[in-house]
């Protein structure tokens, strides 16, 4: 997310979460980070996907609006 909002730099933050996505398959943030960068990319199916993944994984995750909030963006794109 870092990559993301201080510098701009959307490519090198998917690829970034993309690799930790890699290690961790179960990474439910990770997932949500993503769909809101997919969403920032305009590339909102993959956004939906992303987001809903991270719903499934992590179903009472106390940050469960993050996840709401990337899948509400990216209906919007």
């Known amino acids: ?3 993301s909002h201080l510098t701009g730099d959307n ?3 998917l690829s970034a979460v993309n ?3 890699g ?3 179960n990474y439910a ?3 949500g980070i993503r769909a809101l960068i997919l ?3 305009d590339r909102p199916e993959e956004a939906i996907l992303s987001a809903q993944q991270a719903m499934r994984l992590s179903p ?3 940050g469960m ?3 709401y909030s990337a899948l509400a963006l990216a209906h919007l794109t």
């Open 11 to 13: 490519v090198a933050a």
């Open 60 to 62: 009472l995750d106390p």
């Open 39 to 41: 969403a920032y990319l």
């Open 19 to 21: 690799h930790a996505i």
């Open 1 to 3: 997310m870092a990559l």
């Open 23 to 25: 290690l961790n398959p």
């Open 65 to 67: 609006f993050a996840f």
């Open 29 to 31: 943030n990770g997932f």
